[in-house]
């Protein structure tokens, strides 16, 4: 063989193993890390649409609403939670479903939109709530006063805009089953 051959097939399988590195690299790209006046920041993708399509979804009837609620039922589902989303349709929300009370505490990590968080018993009835949480207030964590079974986030604004406080029943459909 030439050399000009072994050159050129040395030059192709060069740049053959960039583009592979370059395309998985691009491919993984779920999160950057870049730099702001020296400190590392986390960039979050805009995921879509909301609510995604791999997640199942319910309707709930609170303060004379009806809101669909993606239901966010496993440890992955709740710990990504509405991180990445830009936004969300007005009257819409997840529903955390824990299959067991406890205290639970959130926060605001990678949220782009701000939130009202309502918890709530096995019943539905409303424990706790804190509202129009900004995406700033993180690293703070928001805990329920006492043990909760679910958790419902919603718009910013939704509590205020529809008279709901706590004691309020929040409404499941009636096919919705806890998966244990």
């Not at 592979?20 to 986390?42: L, R």
């Not at 079974?149 to 604004?157: D, P, S």
Request: net charge negative; glycine share 10%; charged share 25%.
């Amino acid at each position: 063989m030439s050399r000009n051959k072994q050159i050129i097939i040395a030059i192709l399988l060069c740049a053959a193993v960039f583009g592979a590195i370059w395309g998985f690299k691009a491919f993984q790209g779920d999160e950057k890390i870049s730099s702001v006046d020296g400190q590392d920041i986390q960039i979050i993708p805009d995921l879509g649409v909301f609510p995604p399509q791999y997640l199942t979804t319910t309707v709930l009837e609170i303060g004379g609403q009806s809101v669909t609620a993606a239901i966010a039922d496993d440890e992955t589902e709740q710990m990504d939670g509405l991180g990445g989303f830009e936004s969300m349709p007005e009257n819409t929300g997840m529903l955390f479903v824990f299959g067991g009370s406890d205290y639970r505490d959130f926060w605001m990590k990678d949220m782009k939109f701000s939130l009202d968080i309502l918890w709530l018993d096995e019943a539905g009835v409303i424990l706790h709530i804190e509202k129009k949480l900004a995406p700033e207030t993180y690293p703070k964590i928001f805990s329920s006063p006492e043990p909760a079974f679910y958790v419902l986030e919603l718009n910013a604004g939704f509590a205020d805009k529809y008279g709901v406080k706590v004691g309020d029943l929040v409404e499941f459909n009636p096919d919705f089953e806890v998966s244990e």
